[in-house]
């Protein structure tokens, strides 16, 4: 609802941002559905950590897929790796035409290939719709080289790929990214933190889970988009006279 509130285009919807996202509940779904009016690309990863999945992980990722289809997602968002960090093409085609006509995204796994050029090829021979990637670099202002080099890709072969730069974008450095990259769509988390009303608060911290950096404030505090960030970050785009997605 932030993000529409501050002008996006479309959202991903997700869990566990620590782990770079995993697949949001239905119930999270179906309450989006009917609040906002953006169109909701869901993201289809199990578990965080790596990109290669067991059978079982598979057949959740398939059942999943099937019930977030069917209760209104406009699009999907996955990625799927050989060990030796080739796409697996085999599996993404499955995925491609399970979601159909539902568009998929080819998210950042694609920045822990050995060949990104390679992963977006292989992308498209697969059916995939959109490429978001930080240039394989832990942000997309570090990845910009090789954001515009895929971008360039796109543009020669005649893909019909779109290519989202994300990772790290805030509305200081889009306008810099969308220069440097010449990539179509920025895409960011754009949060802020969020303080707990919680009166009683256990003395010392019991802390609920050991992935975050705990401190004394942890439990009572989370990170939540914020309209404000959106339209700062929209603001930074339509700088460059481009069009905003």
Known sequence: ???????????E???NLIEGGTTPSLGKLICCRRHCKLPIHVMLRPRGGDFLYTAAELEVMHADLDALKAAGA????????????????ALLSQFVRRASPLPVTFHRAIDVTPDPVAALHACARCGVARVLTSGGQSTAILGRALIQQLVA???????????????????????????ETGAPELHASARDAVSSTMGFRPEPPIHMGGEKTNGPNSEFEWRC?????????????????????
Do not use: F, W
Request: net charge negative; proline share 1%; with cysteine.
């Open 1 to 11: 609802m932030a993000a529409e509130a501050g002008g996006a285009d479309r959202v």
């Open 74 to 89: 406009d699009g999907v968002v996955v990625g799927v790796l050989h060990a030796d960090g080739q796409v697996d093409e």
């Open 225 to 245: 988009t914020s309209a404000a960030k959106v339209e700062g970050i929209r603001a930074a785009m339509l700088s460059q006279s481009v069009g905003v997605r």
């Open 153 to 179: 890709t796109v543009t020669t072969e005649g893909y019909p790929i779109v290519l989202a730069a994300g990772g790290g974008v805030t509305d200081q450095n889009a306008a810099a990214i969308l220069r």
């Open 13 to 15: 919807l997700c869990d």
